[in-house]
């Protein structure tokens, strides 16, 4: 298993309630793919840098979790069709 940082950008419009679900939602894709989530670190909403989708700012999420190479496109064919997310990018991290 390798680690990797999993950031990702929602809709802001979400009241936090449904915010929690969706984050949960993601999380289960995770660890489905016997993935194991290592750290949570919610950022909050901030500007975007350009519009997405008519949006100016976004709630920014940062996971780091542990999953099996060949499980990474399974999520990412996941993540493409979720309407809720912006964006996201899933990135190894190499320990040192």
């Known amino acids: 298993m390798r680690k990797y940082e999993f950031i990702y950008i929602l809709k802001p419009d979400f009241p936090e309630e449904e915010r929690t679900k969706l984050v949960d939602k993601i999380h ?13 670190d919610h950022w909050g909403k901030r500007i975007l840098a350009y519009e997405i989708d008519h949006y100016s700012e976004g709630y920014y999420i940062l996971t780091t979790f542990k ?17 809720n997310i ?11």
């Not at 999953?67 to 309407?83: C, G, I, M, S």
């Not at 912006?86 to 040192?96: A, E, F, M, P, S």
């Open 28 to 40: 289960g894709a995770l660890t489905e793919t016997n993935g194991e989530i290592i750290n949570v």
């Open 67 to 83: 999953l099996d190479p060949n499980q990474v496109a399974k999520l990412e064919n996941r993540f493409n069709t979720d309407e």
């Open 86 to 96: 912006l964006r996201y990018q899933i990135t190894c991290v190499h320990d040192d």
